[in-house]
């Protein structure tokens, strides 16, 4: 699979240090999205902590999301073979924000780790991820612009990826006194919205696991593309689950256009609309569709 994109995270971090040469520029890795990296950084000598608190286990540290000093007042610290490994295994992925902050490396990790802390509108207590970019570009849109400026106040500037592979720039007003209060508190509408907005991924991540190698056969940004369209699809013809898109999806990836001609399409569709609920009956019909368009 080729990527529209490589990020070239070395020049990336180098240019927002000299941009901002009186600021620190911080990497924020989520290692459970990103294979590899441990084992990576076991090798370098960087300043980095983790934003889990008293976290000591070898298992724990593996996954929890790590903060990395990558460059001190206008000077690269961050090893550059550091840099060109994440460029090669982290520009396909949601897994690598940075941000631009004047704050020291524990200070942001104290800011940075309140922020993990979120209560849902019935007040069910939850881990916030809003280091993988799919949650923080969600979480942007929204936000009012108050709760936008206290969140992400803790830096200047925050550089992640965008669904096309290119990286996006937010500039915010830096607060030196922390205007965020824990936990992030979400109302019903803003869960609703934020279910919405990772229904996509949640489609992607079925996929990838039913059909790896189909989806494969395109790049990241492609995979995501294709599949929203093909989810407003779904949702237009009146299929409501994540299940029942999915199985849209598939279907649609695997055969093409020509399975819309089959009379079974029809048998199908009303599996899907009524919930998927008769799995077993669905899919029979799913594979008697494809020995007839093969």
Same mark, same amino acid.
């Given at each position: 699979?080729?990527?529209?994109?490589?990020?070239?995270?070395?020049?990336?971090?180098?240019?927002?240090?000299?941009?901002?040469?009186?600021?620190?520029?911080?990497?924020?890795?989520?290692?459970?999205?990103?294979?590899?990296?441990?084992?990576?950084?076991?090798?370098?000598?960087?300043?980095?902590?983790?934003?889990?608190?008293?976290?000591?286990?070898?298992?724990?540290?593996?996954?929890?999301?790590?903060?990395?000093?990558?460059?001190?007042?206008? $000077?690269?610290?961050?090893?550059? #073979? +550091?840099?060109?490994? /994440?460029?090669?295994?982290? %520009?396909?992925?949601? =897994? !690598? @924000? *940075?941000?631009?902050?004047?704050?020291? $490396?524990?200070?942001?990790?104290? #800011? +940075?780790?309140?922020? /993990?802390?979120?209560?849902? %509108?019935?007040?069910? =207590? !939850? @881990? *916030?991820?809003?280091?993988?970019?799919?949650?923080?570009?969600?979480?942007?849109?929204?936000?009012?612009?108050?709760?936008?400026?206290?969140?992400?106040?803790?830096?200047?500037?925050?550089?992640?990826?965008?669904?096309?592979?290119?990286?996006?720039?937010?500039?915010?007003?830096?607060?030196?006194?922390?205007?965020?209060?824990?936990?992030?508190?979400?109302?019903?509408?803003?869960?609703?919205?934020?279910?919405?907005?990772?229904?996509?991924?949640?489609?992607?991540?079925?996929?990838?696991?039913?059909?790896?190698?189909?989806?494969?056969?395109?790049?990241?940004?492609?995979?995501?593309?294709?599949?929203?369209?093909?989810?407003?699809?779904?949702?237009?013809?009146?299929?409501?689950?994540?299940?029942?898109?999915?199985?849209?999806?598939?279907?649609?990836?695997?055969?093409?256009?020509?399975?819309?001609?089959?009379?079974?399409?029809?048998?199908?569709?009303?599996?899907?609309?009524?919930?998927?609920?008769?799995?077993?009956?669905?899919?029979?019909?799913?594979?008697?569709?494809?020995?007839?368009?093969?």
């Amino acid at each position: 699979m080729n990527n529209i994109s490589s990020i070239d995270f070395c020049n990336a971090i180098q240019s927002a240090a000299v941009d901002s040469p009186d600021q620190n520029v911080y990497l924020l890795l989520d290692q459970a999205g990103l294979p590899g990296v441990y084992q990576e950084l076991q090798k370098h000598s960087v300043p980095r902590v983790t934003l889990f608190d008293d976290t000591t286990e070898k298992s724990a540290l593996a996954v929890a999301p790590v903060l990395i000093l990558a460059a001190e007042r206008g $000077v690269l610290i961050a090893k550059k #073979r +550091l840099l060109h490994w /994440l460029s090669r295994h982290a %520009s396909d992925t949601s =897994s !690598a @924000i *940075f941000l631009v902050s004047p704050l020291p $490396v524990e200070v942001m990790r104290m #800011r +940075l780790s309140l922020r /993990l802390e979120a209560e849902l %509108s019935e007040e069910a =207590s !939850a @881990i *916030f991820r809003f280091y993988d970019s799919r949650i923080l570009t969600a979480l942007i849109s929204i936000l009012d612009e108050v709760e936008r400026e206290a969140f992400l106040g803790v830096a200047s500037t925050w550089v992640y990826p965008e669904r096309s592979g290119q990286l996006k720039t937010t500039r915010i007003k830096f607060n030196l006194d922390d205007a965020f209060v824990a936990p992030l508190k979400l109302h019903a509408n803003q869960e609703f919205a934020f279910v919405e907005a990772s229904e996509v991924d949640q489609v992607l991540d079925l996929l990838r696991t039913v059909i790896p190698r189909k989806m494969k056969e395109c790049s990241v940004p492609e995979q995501f593309f294709r599949v929203k369209d093909l989810v407003s699809k779904a949702k237009f013809e009146g299929i409501e689950s994540v299940l029942g898109c999915s199985i849209f999806c598939s279907i649609l990836l695997r055969g093409g256009s020509k399975v819309l001609d089959s009379p079974l399409w029809i048998d199908i569709m009303k599996e899907l609309k009524s919930g998927a609920r008769d799995m077993t009956r669905l899919d029979d019909l799913i594979e008697d569709l494809f020995l007839r368009c093969v």
